[in-house]
């Protein structure tokens, strides 16, 4: 087991297949997926600033400030070539903040698609056993009708 109390995504298949019982299906959320170290806090932070309306909201209202600012207090006459400069450099970081951040939705995608498969096969093991059951009470229940079939016939004799 790990550090959070969850197995392995193959122990934890291989206890559902065994076990289908015993299984508890788990929910798997971001936050259970989070990784432990500074660079991965870090991520987290980066994600939810670059990912956030208001990131969007704030660069929209600043270009167009930037743009009648510029040509009324007299700090950039023609605004468009410096303020695209300067938006156009935080660009390469970005992309590679979207990179992490997409990364980081796939591990998290990946561990509940496990935790998932995991309750699946639970679920089609005692789908299995059901229908083991109800072959062994159809059998009995054969055997039976067989038995009462006998015993009509023998009244009758």
């Known amino acids: 087991m790990s550090e959070q109390g969850?197995?392995?995504?193959?122990?934890e298949i291989t206890r559902a297949k065994h076990a289908?019982?015993?299984?508890?299906p788990r929910l798997v959320t971001s936050r259970n997926v989070r990784g432990e170290g500074v660079?991965?806090?870090?991520?987290?932070?980066?994600n939810r600033l670059i990912?956030?309306?208001?990131?969007?909201?704030?660069i929209t209202?600043?270009?167009?400030?930037?743009?009648?600012?510029?040509?009324?207090?007299?700090?950039?006459?023609?605004p468009w070539p410096l303020l695209l400069t300067l938006l156009n450099l935080p660009q390469l970081s970005i992309m590679i903040?979207?990179?992490v951040s997409a990364n980081r939705a796939q591990k998290a995608s990946d561990a509940r698609a496990m935790a998932d498969h995991a309750t699946l096969v639970a679920l089609h093991e005692l789908a299995k056993q059901q229908?083991?059951?109800?072959?062994?009470?159809?059998?009995?229940?054969?055997?039976?009708?067989r038995a009462v079939a006998a015993g009509e016939t023998e009244g009758h004799g």
Do not use: C, Y
């Open 20 to 24: 289908p019982r015993e299984h508890v």
């Open 39 to 46: 660079l991965d806090w870090v991520a987290d932070l980066v």
């Open 61 to 78: 209202i600043g270009i167009v400030v930037w743009l009648f600012a510029g040509n009324i207090v007299g700090f950039d006459k023609t």
């Open 131 to 145: 229908v083991a059951i109800l072959d062994g009470q159809n059998r009995v229940l054969d055997i039976l009708r």
């Open 51 to 58: 990912g956030s309306m208001w990131l969007f909201v704030g």
């Open 6 to 11: 969850v197995q392995s995504p193959a122990a």
């Open 97 to 99: 903040s979207l990179q």
